[in-house]
DNA sequence: TATTGTTATACTCTATAACTATA
DNA sequence: TATAGTTATAGAGTATAACAATA
């Protein structure tokens, strides 16, 4: 049930709709919340992605100008990526757009329900 | 959330504990909790397959022995997809990964809350 | 002519392995 | 030598369009 409804918000959240890929937005998501200024790339596995998947990804992004690379100087070999304005703006837009995307699925939810819902699934242990 | 769920599921469901595809598991699971004896092939689109994957992934499926496909003989055009004894093994065996799955994934919560879960998730709007 | 099912094809996503640079 | 990041490449998975048989 959990996978119809995930494939369902998939098809749904679409490049035109949110201005974004679904998982720039959840890496651009990602980085975000993680609140502190910059984040090391392997912390990219916290999303479950290959080295390789990230830096494509990553490379995307950057492209876009959404996200900065810069290396770390405490070690040469990594990097620290940190969100652009540019990048913040795309990711409220996109933010946006998935509640909305999100307001119509639960339509038939309560407010109340629907932090049941997120509280439940939040305590999955992935 | 759930979209990070669903990956985690998907990573987790792998064949060899399955003895399935996910995709595969999907379908039979359809067929089956269909109840009647057959389906047209059309109705594989409530799984949001397109048509030529529908039939790619029902060829897997036929050369595996899990379904067999007749003519409608009403409409010759059409074809009645049936779960054959093997198909429904392997969907019980698929089945019962996929709850064990569950139970580690949802270990948290009570059989109250995942019976919480289950009925707000099934009130999304697909 | 329209519809069901199929095939051919290409495009995106993801995974594997080899390579570069730093340590 | 080991690790972070990258590149190359191949394999799934998915989508588009043309086609065959039947209506």
């Not at 119809?4 to 959240?13: M, P, Q, V």
């Not at 502190?36 to 990219?44: F, T």
């Not at 040469?76 to 946006?96: M, P, S, W």
């Amino acid at each position: 049930m959990l996978m119809r409804l995930a494939t369902a918000i998939k098809k749904r959240s679409t490049e035109e709709l949110m201005g974004l890929k679904l998982r720039q937005l959840m890496l651009l998501s990602h980085l975000s919340s993680g609140g502190a200024p910059a984040l090391q790339q392997h912390l990219c596995e916290a999303l479950w992605l290959d080295p390789n998947n990230c830096v494509l990804l990553l490379n995307e992004l950057e492209d876009l100008g959404y996200i900065e690379r810069r290396r770390d100087p405490a070690d040469r070999r990594r990097h620290v990526v940190e969100l652009t304005e540019d990048g913040r703006t795309a990711l409220e837009r996109a933010q946006r757009a998935q509640e909305s995307l999100g307001d119509e699925i639960f339509a038939a939810l309560s407010d109340e329900e629907r932090a049941t819902l997120r509280s439940l699934l939040s305590r999955a242990q992935v």
